[in-house]
């Protein structure tokens, strides 16, 4: 009788071990140089970052991760607990989506295919890229100034920052209009204008498409507009 019931034990735990989690959205891909690590699956949570999938990865650099998605949402794949702070961002998605990326330079610039969010937020990314690399020139800049006592520089610099950023949140305005069938234009607005004009986000929670607006970002852009319409109304 011990030796059935120590069988059975044994049974339960192998099927235990073997039962990979399913899900409607599948992550592949590989990750060259990876020999040995192992790669999770995270998003956010309200404000922390939670590992829903995991696997080991062993010789080859192959991968696959997989999760329950209700809304398209963002994702990141970190390596061994993110214990180096890199990461591979991407719109999740159902469906398959496929990640190449490389060990050397994990999270810099990877290929992701499976996700239509994820080609427009790689379109955004890539002109926001060039006002980053223009603000951190205009830290330089401002250093220097204040370095020499540049008074008329820094006032300078100061009103060209102002209208960079101007310029800034315009783009990145009129590409979430352009891109209102899309749950990356709420995202984009949450992530990048939540401390704009609340026009500007208004401007973009009406043009959002009744799909997008039902979705996971399209909500919270709608609740975080009301927030702080609220707390205008309570200052008056």
Same mark, same amino acid.
């Given at each position: ?10 049974? &339960?735990?192998?099927?235990?071990? *073997? ?18 690590? +192992? %790669? ?20 080859d650099g192959n991968f696959r991760l997989t999760d329950n998605v209700e809304s398209p949402e963002m994702y990141y794949v970190t390596f061994n607990g993110n214990i180096t702070n890199k990461r591979i961002l991407f719109f999740g998605d159902k469906g398959t989506i496929t990640i190449k990326d490389n060990i050397e330079l994990f999270g810099f610039n990877p290929e992701i295919t499976g996700s239509k969010n994820q080609l427009v937020f ?6 926001? *890229? #060039? ?8 830290? #330089? ?17 100061? !009103? ?11 783009? +990145? ?8 069938? *899309?749950?990356? /234009?709420?995202?984009?607005?949450? +992530?990048?204008?939540?401390? /704009?004009?609340? !026009?500007?986000?208004? +401007?973009?929670?009406?043009? %959002? ?9 399209? $909500?919270?852009?709608?609740?975080? &507009? $009301?927030? &702080? ?6 200052? $008056?």
């Amino acid at each position: 009788m011990k030796k059935i019931i120590g069988f059975i034990l044994i049974a &339960i735990l192998a099927v235990a071990c *073997s039962t990979k989690k399913d899900g409607n959205m599948i992550v592949q891909g590989n990750i060259k140089g990876l020999k040995k690590g +192992t %790669l999770y699956l995270q998003k956010m949570q309200d404000t922390a970052l939670v590992s829903v999938d995991s696997v080991k990865v062993s010789g080859d650099g192959n991968f696959r991760l997989t999760d329950n998605v209700e809304s398209p949402e963002m994702y990141y794949v970190t390596f061994n607990g993110n214990i180096t702070n890199k990461r591979i961002l991407f719109f999740g998605d159902k469906g398959t989506i496929t990640i190449k990326d490389n060990i050397e330079l994990f999270g810099f610039n990877p290929e992701i295919t499976g996700s239509k969010n994820q080609l427009v937020f790689n379109d955004y990314m890539k002109i926001n *890229s #060039k006002f980053q690399i223009q603000s951190l020139e205009f830290v #330089k800049k401002e250093f220097d100034a204040k370095r020499d006592n540049d008074k008329d520089l820094l006032e300078k610099l100061d !009103k060209d920052y102002r209208n960079m950023i101007r310029r800034r949140y315009l783009y +990145t305005t009129n590409f979430a209009l352009t891109n209102a069938d *899309s749950e990356a /234009a709420p995202y984009i607005a949450l +992530t990048e204008l939540y401390n /704009a004009n609340i !026009k500007l986000l208004d +401007t973009i929670n009406n043009s %959002l498409s009744e799909g997008v607006k039902n979705s996971t970002y399209g $909500k919270r852009l709608d609740t975080y &507009i $009301k927030g &702080i319409k609220e707390k205008e109304k309570e200052r $008056k």
